[in-house]
């Protein structure tokens, strides 16, 4: 058994490790509901314990066979849990088990690689599936008749795990181009208010439902809304940024920092859905306008702390650059986001995953399609 003092220790050392990452820090409430939940989860204790463990041996020494070692773990906690999977656990423990695999899923997209991160992620939705089955206020009717689960009601559940698994389906569907793990539905209303992982990634809960709208399209959907893309296109463009005030300081560099990350967002996702959803190629005037935004707003945050949290716009930005001069830049800015492990995805794979688009169908600055980045993104990262 852990006691309530060696829980609360391991919790601090996670914080120390990872939440100077952050966007930003979250207020005093948010934060103590999240310790109180972690407290209370003996199993996500014990992968809170070992994230702790190998982000700092990583900061000591990446390469040290100890590092290896704790890499291991993973392994031995993940098979635990795919013992524990046969029993018929309560709604207790399979949040639990979710909220402990969904770390290690976290763990390694970071430290092994992208594969093995999107198996454990797998690996975590029939307990997902299995929790949210248990709130039927979550789930609305599809056009068709049948039920799914509803994006924004999940997004806004107050149970953490939740909104963690449709950050990360939403987040490997729209970078690795796959289809998304779970059916979703959606409304005209656009009512996605949930700012946990806002604190995290500074991606606002409207562009993330704009971007699950169009991994659904993707998929197959087109149930309304997903039948009228200029729907989403006029969402996207009325969104306004909310500043949101940290409890501590901040210089005015800080916040106009902060308000560039989160304005960015608005020309990724418009890229998203005129080149993933209307099909247009990358020579589309819309599409190349929102890369000139990107980057003038990258601009903003360049040599500051906060620009690790800028990688998804890099890609995006990447993607659909004809000049040479963008595509260096993309390049440089992937490159430097090598050991930050904030987002899933690491800097330097997706470099490489850009540089076979750019030598095969975009060579010379030509047109590419989002298909065209989906297939450089299989050759590069075979799932």
Known sequence: MVS????????????????????????????????AQLTNSKTMIWALYLGAQIFQALIRDPYNEVVQTYIGWIDTLENKFA????RNPPLTEISDRILAQLELAYLKFTTVDIVSGYVTLRRALPGFLRLAAADK?????????????SFPRA???????????????????FVLGVPPLVEYGYSNDFDCVSPGFEWIHGIPAALVEAISQINSWRAGSRAPPLDDWRILERHILAWQPQIRIPEHEESVTE?????????????VVLIYLYMGMCQVSS????VQASIRQIIRLGETVTNLPIGIHM???????????????????????????????VWLFRGPQFSQVLEHLWLGV??????VTWDDYVRSRCAVIPL
């Open 4 to 35: 309530q003092d060696q829980s609360a220790y391991i919790i601090n050392k996670y914080q120390i490790a990872r939440c100077r990452l952050w966007f930003m820090t979250p207020p005093t409430a948010i934060r103590q509901r999240i310790v």
């Open 83 to 86: 013992v524990e999977s046969h």
């Open 137 to 149: 206020s979550l789930y609305m009717e599809h056009p068709n008749g049948n039920l799914v689960l």
């Open 155 to 173: 997004l806004n559940s107050p149970r953490h795990e939740l909104e963690r698994f449709i950050i990360y389906d939403t987040a490997t569907a």
């Open 255 to 267: 916040c106009v920092a902060r308000l560039a990350v989160q304005e960015s967002w608005r020309y």
């Open 283 to 286: 020579h589309d005037s819309r």
């Open 311 to 341: 990688f998804t716009h890099c890609v995006m930005a990447g993607v659909a650059a004809r000049l040479e001069k963008h595509r260096t830049l993309v390049r440089e800015r992937l490159l430097s986001f090598k050991d930050t492990r």
């Open 362 to 367: 975009g060579a010379g600055g030509g047109p």
